[in-house]
């Protein structure tokens, strides 16, 4: 058969095979002591669910030892009840064929439950509904079997003797199998269940075992009246309020019950002039207790997982959004979620802080309006913005746009924007905008390309240079027309392009180093520092250095920003004027030193004053070589100690004065 191939594992050891194998010969035993029913159909009454059940159990395949073994055992349980050989073989087929059916339909029927491959309870009406039908149809194959072979071998026809066979092999099997299944799965399973009373209270469950009881006793002492329909009211009792455990456990007692005392001749299924129709009635008459208690429970079962679910699902999700808001709210980056019609859906605190505006005044116009440059200022069409391509459909990954917020200065964002599922039901399309701040990247970014764009420009113009004069020293040597003189002009140009290369490779590496390197702060006397920088220029006599108070700064970067300073000053004069540069200071502001150089050169050209603090940028190009390095490095390494530096041009004269404020030393 082809559901075999679906056998489990065998949940209980080989010592059921034996034990079951002989229960039914005792049960046989038993019903024949006590003549309750005569041979042939008797055996088909308990071994129904008890075969079933323990297939399931075992995990028994079509063909095993289990399969001989019922087939013996049924035989032996005949011959007891005193059928002729014969009979005993037939019935033995019709019960073998009748389990194994059942067997493999409850396994490919209801896969998921417990015995029969999966984990389950019977807590679902829909796997009840298969469990009955996989039960009756492998209980009416066997009774139509044993129908037929109690005709053949007998010759007899016993009146509805097929429907006997059916409704009591239908009974017990409702019985044995499901309580045998909830029990097992109660047992072996570790999964968290619903507790056995199901909410009901322990006074609640006596109750409605003393309700049982009442009304068994007025349906079984009452005789003459039918009065067996209240007993069906306990059974909705217990289905409405107690587990299914507990429920099936119900219908199971108080179904033997009802079989025990129609089959003592008392209640009012034995009031039937037929005594096995009694018993047929009697065991469908359980049959419907087993399955309304089960519909019921099950039904509630289902109930209460779907609900336990929805509140999982609810806690989870509620747990997600604070999760989530959690998240968004500590992010430093500006998120944004806006949809087609121009709603600003969600944002974070970051967001508003980004376009310094208020809870209120974030609206899609606005945000638009202030991020609608390109990262160099350029105007960005609207078509190309961020939001709208994502609205449409489109990642867009790190675009760098400038935003403009009230009393900050403009800065670069990088921006990243994403489709989100649409608004089903408002049918709109939605969007994720995040903002990241990248100003200080894209000044390092610009930084780099100018440092670059210098190095390659300033260092190939001295390299061409030289290539240029060495070339001629050669070509001069071919004709031999290179005389001394000559040959000095050639070697002294060579000399100063290779000069003006080694001071830009200077200048850019201390301009890198103004940025890496840690402060080591301690007291620097500018004085004596001025002097010896003076001395290292051989400048002693254009320097003149008056007593400056001492600061605390970092002596290295100091010595630095004194030695650019002073190194322009004998710079920039010009051509012809002696340098005369005088280097003073005092102890101003409070808490900080003013240091004043000030020379008789050529001046910084007006409104350049700034300027000429920026990488790069060269008052004097044209007549004097640099880097335009020098002053940003100044500035840099002033900032850092939380001072100023600025420059103008003198008043009462020629030359200029940079005024530099560090932090005074009060030791
Ligand atoms: P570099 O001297 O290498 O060009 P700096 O950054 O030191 O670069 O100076 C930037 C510009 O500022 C110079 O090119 C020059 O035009 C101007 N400058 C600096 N110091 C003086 C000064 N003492 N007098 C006049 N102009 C100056």
Redesign the pocket.
Known sequence: MPGDRKATHAIVGPGVTVGCAALIVVLALGIHRADAVGPGYASAMPIGGLAVLWFLVRGARVLSPETVVLAAAVFVGDLVLGSEPALAAVMSLAVVVQTLLTVVLLRRWCPGLWGCGGDRPLDRPRVLARFGAALVLGMAVGAALATLGWVSVTGEHVQLGGVLWFGRTLCSSLLVVTLGLLVGERLTSARPRPPLLSGARWYELVAAIAFTLGMYVLAFWFEQLPLAFPLLAATVWFGLRFSTLLSAAHSMVTGVVTLGLTMADIGPFAATEREDLGYLLAGFYVATLVVTGLGISTGRDEREALAAELRRTQEEAEYQASVRQAVIGSMNEGLFVLDDSGEVLLHNPAAAEIFGLSEDDLTREVLASRSDRWADGTPMPPEERPSVRALLGEVVRDVEILVSADGVPDRVMSVSAMPLPRDAARRRARALVLFRDATAEHARREELAAFAGVVAHDLRNPLAAIDGWTEMIADELDAGALDAQLAREFVSRVRSSSRRMRELIR?LLAHATSRARDLDVSRVDVTTLVREIAAARHAEKQVTCEPVPPVLADPVLIRQVLD??VG??L??VAPGTEPRIVVRGCAHPPGFVTILVV?N?????EG?EEQ??DEF?????RD???????????RRIVTRHDGTVT?RRNPDGP??T?EVVLPAYDG
């Open positions: 200048d650019n300073l322009n000053a710079k920039y020379d050169g050529i001046g910084i050209p350049e000429i603090f940028h060269r008052a004097h190009y004097y070589e640099g880097s335009g390095l020098g002053l940003s490095i100044v420059a030359g200029s940079f």
